[in-house]
């Protein structure tokens, strides 16, 4: 699986952008895919994760409200939409894809096996 994650930019606060993680490959119902970000000087967090197949959706909870993820089995493609973005919301955003993961490790970036290249978010104030 081959992941491009492109859709950051430079946006004011309380504005919104909408992240998109295209994957190729043919096996991307069977993936859970999630997003993760990381700050200057920070370690990288998570912030969202779906299975695909039965599109179940978990966040963290800095996010939760804020951020939605979904997914588009057609085309291979899942969506992060950001609202009422902070500062603090400002990071390279990465998508990872696994196809066993397990829920306790969702959480976790190194059980993801696959990811794509980081897309910058920039929150102003």
């Known amino acids: 699986v081959q992941l491009q994650a492109f859709g950051g930019g430079l946006v004011q606060a309380g504005g919104s952008l909408r992240l998109s993680c295209a994957a190729s490959?043919?096996?991307?119902?069977?993936?859970?895919v999630a997003w993760f970000r990381q700050a200057p000087g920070k370690e990288r967090e998570f912030v969202a994760a779906i299975r695909v197949s039965g599109r179940h959706t978990y966040y963290a909870d800095s996010v939760k409200g804020r951020f939605t993820i979904s997914g588009d089995s057609a085309k291979s493609t899942v969506y992060l939409l950001m609202n009422d973005l902070t500062p603090e919301d400002t990071a390279v955003y990465y998508c990872?894809?696994?196809?066993?993961?397990?829920?306790?490790?969702?959480?976790?970036?190194?059980?993801?096996?696959?990811w794509g290249l980081g897309t910058l978010v920039t929150v102003s104030s």
């Open positions: 490959g043919r096996t991307f119902s069977r993936q859970t």
């Open positions: 990872g894809a696994d196809s066993s993961i397990i829920l306790s490790s969702i959480r976790m970036s190194q059980q993801y096996h696959y």
